[in-house]
């Protein structure tokens, strides 16, 4: 372990820090020095203890004293580094959603780390085994929505359990809620629940416990394996993907043949993925975290065209899916942060050029249909507002400091044959 800093110190101060790129501490002198110090090294051995989650410290310091000479005096110093002190760095990196001194402003997300696959082929290290997997999930995240919708459309209940978070992100990321929180209803909104679990106070300890250094974000949705205890997948792309076609030897009708990976729109599934992500669903982010006000608009630019495009594609598909007849997994993609769209990302992002059910009359149709009048109700069922506008403005401080959730739009979502007042009056005016 290299030490990128050693602070300067006093006699007085008696306190040294040290910062590497995973750990941040302070280490106390355990013997004062009477003379004033102009300097000082410190050697210090790290022992990580995998199964402890702590590294054993011990070290040296070397004072150059003031009149020249040099002494070195051992500091006597152990101590277990815990979760909290070990993770200060990481706890920087989830309240800085762009990286400070980064002078561009810009948000950029983190790539997933773990992406292992469920798999029907012999041999496979993770096979789809009826009620061997667990997903941890946030009714907040459109990303983690976005697996819960395919769970329902695809029938896993029994193959995939699941438990949602508290909708509060705070420095140590999402909490698990407790008996004491009456302001997180839904259904599976639990504490953990798997055996072994019971001390998890918050989804980074099921990431220490697979890998004691991890130093990324502990980001939702987190695919499980309750047989091997270790976790198989956080990306969500991969996850949706995996439960559109990998438990399919074991469902029966309907569910075997919903297929959210049509080979005959694959190639352009993958096409709308590139662009719905980059520009609409991460979009929403890059304007709303930007530090600066050209990227801000670079991005919310790029958003709204983007949405411009989809709309052309909806309008000449014919309905009701992005495609026509055939619900794609853009479907669910594109989905997840629409239904946000009115809620919060139009005041709280600041992605308000238009909105979606003034400014977007196919897109609008679309996603209500999808909400309301999907037979399966996965979409409606996994919706959950409470968790959505209370994390993104409780919890984003920097961006709302005082925490305050508006009240509107009422209501969230629009019934289907229902339209906001300007709208209406445009379609009368052109009758």
Not at 55 to 61: A, E, G, P, V, Y
Not at 200 to 215: D, G, K, L, Q
Not at 240 to 269: C, T, W
Request: charged share 25%; hydrophobic share 35%.
């Amino acid at each position: 372990m290299k030490f990128r800093q050693v602070s300067q110190f006093t006699a007085a101060a008696r306190l040294i820090t040290l910062r590497t790129s995973s750990y941040s501490f302070t280490l106390a002198s355990s013997r004062g020095i009477g003379r004033q110090l102009s300097s000082s090294r410190v050697v210090v051995k790290a022992t990580p203890h995998r199964r402890d989650d702590y590294c054993l410290i011990t070290s040296t310091r070397t004072l150059t004293l003031s009149d020249g000479t040099s002494r070195s005096i051992p500091l006597g110093f152990s101590r277990k580094l815990s979760t909290q002190t070990r993770m200060a760095s990481t706890t920087e990196k989830i309240t800085n959603w762009v990286a400070p001194g980064d002078k561009s402003g810009e948000f950029k997300r983190q790539a997933s780390s773990f992406r292992d696959w469920i798999s029907d082929e012999p041999g496979a290290k993770f096979p789809p085994e009826k009620g061997r997997y667990h997903l941890y999930v946030s009714y907040a995240c459109p990303w983690a929505h976005r697996t819960l919708i395919a769970r329902k459309l695809k029938g896993l209940e029994e193959f995939v359990s699941f438990s949602v978070v508290h909708w509060h992100m705070g420095d140590k990321g999402w909490r698990f809620p407790t008996p004491e929180d009456k302001d997180a209803a839904g259904e599976n909104v639990i504490p953990d629940p798997l055996p072994g679990h019971e001390s998890n106070t918050h989804i980074r300890n099921v990431y220490f416990a697979i890998e004691p250094n991890y130093s990324g974000r502990f980001t939702v949705p987190v695919l499980f394996d309750k047989k091997s205890k270790t976790i198989v997948n956080n990306e969500s792309s991969e996850i949706l993907r995996m439960f559109g076609s990998v438990f399919n030897s074991q469902l029966a009708e309907p569910y075997v043949s919903v297929d959210l990976y049509p080979e005959s729109l694959r190639a352009k599934i993958d096409e709308a993925g590139e662009w719905t992500y980059d520009k609409i669903n991460n979009g929403v982010y890059k304007s709303g975290f930007a530090t600066t006000q050209e990227a801000y608009e670079r991005n919310v630019v790029a958003l709204f065209e983007a949405l411009d495009r989809a709309e052309t594609q909806l309008k000449s598909s014919g309905g009701p899916y992005f495609f026509g007849d055939v619900l794609t997994e853009t479907d669910i993609r594109l989905f997840v942060t629409l239904i946000r769209f009115d809620p919060v990302y139009v005041q709280h992002f600041k992605c308000n050029i238009r909105d979606i059910r003034s400014g977007y009359p196919a897109l609008h149709k679309w996603m209500r249909n999808l909400y309301w009048s999907h037979p399966s109700g996965a979409f409606k069922d996994t919706t959950n507002f409470l968790h959505i506008k209370n994390h993104y403005t409780k919890s984003h401080t920097q961006i709302n400091p005082h925490s305050i959730c508006p009240v509107g739009p009422l209501p969230d979502i629009l019934p289907v044959d229902e339209e906001v007042v300007a709208v209406s009056a445009a379609a009368k005016g052109g009758a």
